[in-house]
């Protein structure tokens, strides 16, 4: 690729559908790896002085992603061998308790994209060059889901609290306030 006026673009895309074929059933399902959409661009400028003593460069790199697949789950009948400190993760401890709510890695998780900036420049004084770089990860600061509660498909609430079960482990003095802060 070549610059155009100091301009180097890039793009890559890729999609991917990975299927899981059983044995049993012949049937195909997706994959919690699967990840079906990604982006990706970068948007190089540089700019050089007289016989390249001299040069800037700015870098805008994006990353753009669709989510990862997961089957959401239906809420516990009874605590099992979870208590009520843990049931919120009781499918991840234990996944013999988990009953699917919907198709085996139906759901996705969001989507996910970043913006990353790196500045650099130079120059020369008597033959020795010096450079200097600045690099900006995740510029805007942006808080990607990457994991998602399967029985709520949320990524900060677990959905333990809005169960019936949970009622009687309410009354207890700040149960409610603690359980969120764990």
Do not use: C
């Not at 994209?113 to 004084?125: A, E, M, P, Y």
């Not at 990457?146 to 029985?151: A, E, I, K, M």
């Amino acid at each position: 690729t070549e610059r155009m006026a100091g301009f180097l673009p890039e793009v890559s895309y890729s999609l991917s559908n990975s299927k899981l074929r059983t044995s049993s059933t012949d049937e195909f399902f997706s994959t919690e790896t699967e990840q079906t959409h990604r982006l990706r661009a970068l948007l190089d400028f540089s700019m050089h002085g007289d016989e390249g003593s001299e040069f800037l460069g700015v870098t805008v790199f994006g990353r753009f992603s669709s989510g990862h697949k997961y089957t959401p789950i239906l809420a516990p009948l009874n605590l099992g061998s979870a208590n009520p400190w843990n049931i919120g993760v009781r499918g991840f401890i234990d996944p013999r308790s988990r009953n699917p709510s919907g198709p085996v890695y139906g759901s996705s998780t969001p989507w996910t994209w970043s913006l990353d900036v790196h500045l650099r420049t130079g120059f020369r004084v008597e033959g020795i060059a010096f450079s200097f770089y600045a690099v900006a990860t995740n510029l805007l600061n942006r808080k990607n889901i990457l994991s998602v509660y399967p029985q709520s498909g949320s990524a900060d609430d677990d959905g333990w609290l809005g169960s019936p079960l949970s009622s009687s482990y309410k009354t207890i003095p700040n149960y409610e306030q603690f359980y969120r802060a764990i």
